[in-house]
């Protein structure tokens, strides 16, 4: 369904990610772990558009683009196929929950706004904060606003859903519930890329994980394949040492 290849990107002349390749089908769940700076939010940022690669193929549900080259409506095209989920939540602070997940409908999509209440109301049911519609982010836990984060990515119906660390600015009481968020979602079809340090989860959920180092993929597999027996001896340091933690 999407797939990423030969993907470079630099910043400030240093190369971040040297020739990434990345292939998500419909309905994989895919973890994507890495030590601090290999360039995994990085690579997620590209995908979306919110920075700019300098080199690489994107091929997605039938578009087909160079990130050096893609034109206006060809991001546009991709960026209405992916919802992003940040580590930081990224809500309005001066806006409602309910607002906070309407906005992308009404401003973005040209929904009608009783049409974009509807489909919000179902989008935060199924991330259980009915009960907070009129709430602004500074009202709510961490967990909750991440759950607002995810709802308002969900609502937009995306082909494929991008977290970034969702889970890892949370105190790790309030991790379980956003987990469970994402469970669901994946329960229900969803196809997802999370970058995460929760191993539990890639076990549980993820179908595909992928271990990135310098900027590059240095092994992908099914979970269980990375955690126990990985090829590479730099994925078997890197997971034996967070399994350890
Ligand atoms: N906007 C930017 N300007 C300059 N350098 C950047 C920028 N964003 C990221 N980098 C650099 O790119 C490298 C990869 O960063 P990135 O955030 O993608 O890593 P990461 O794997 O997500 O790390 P972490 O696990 O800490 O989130 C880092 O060295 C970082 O300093
Ligand atoms: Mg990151």
Redesign the pocket.
């Known amino acids: 369904m999407l797939k990423v290849t030969g993907l470079h990107k630099t910043?400030?002349g240093?190369e971040?990610l040297k020739g990434v390749d990345l292939e998500v089908d419909k309905g994989d769940i895919i973890v994507i772990l890495?030590?601090?700076?290999?360039?995994?939010?990085?690579?997620l940022?590209c995908i979306d558009f919110l920075?700019w690669a300098e080199k690489g193929h994107l091929s997605f549900d039938g578009i087909e683009l160079e990130f050096s080259s893609a034109t206006r409506s060809q991001v546009s095209s991709v960026r209405k196929k992916i919802g992003f989920v940040f580590?930081n939540y990224n809500l309005f602070a001066n806006k409602t929950v309910l607002q906070n997940v309407t906005e992308g409908l009404i401003i973005g999509r040209k929904v009608p706004e009783e049409q974009a209440v509807e489909m919000a109301l179902k989008a935060l049911d199924r991330v259980g904060l009915s009960d907070r519609l009129e709430y602004y982010p500074s009202q709510l836990s961490g967990g909750q606003q991440q759950r607002v984060g995810i709802a308002r990515a969900v609502v937009m119906n995306p082909d494929v859903i991008l977290f970034?660390?969702p889970t890892s600015a949370l105190d790790p009481e309030l991790v379980g519930e956003v987990l469970d968020v994402m469970k669901n979602l994946a329960r229900d079809g969803a196809t997802m890329v999370v970058?995460t340090h929760e191993l539990n989860f890639a076990r549980q959920v993820a179908n595909k994980a992928v271990f990135?180092e310098d900027?590059i993929v240095v092994e992908t597999g099914t979970p269980e394949k990375l955690f126990t027996d990985a090829n590479n001896p730099r994925t078997r340091q890197f997971l034996t040492g967070i399994l350890s933690h």
Do not use: A, C, H, Y
């Open positions: 910043f400030d240093t971040i890495g030590p601090s700076g290999s360039g995994k939010t990085t690579l940022r920075e580590q970034d660390e970058v990135m900027g």
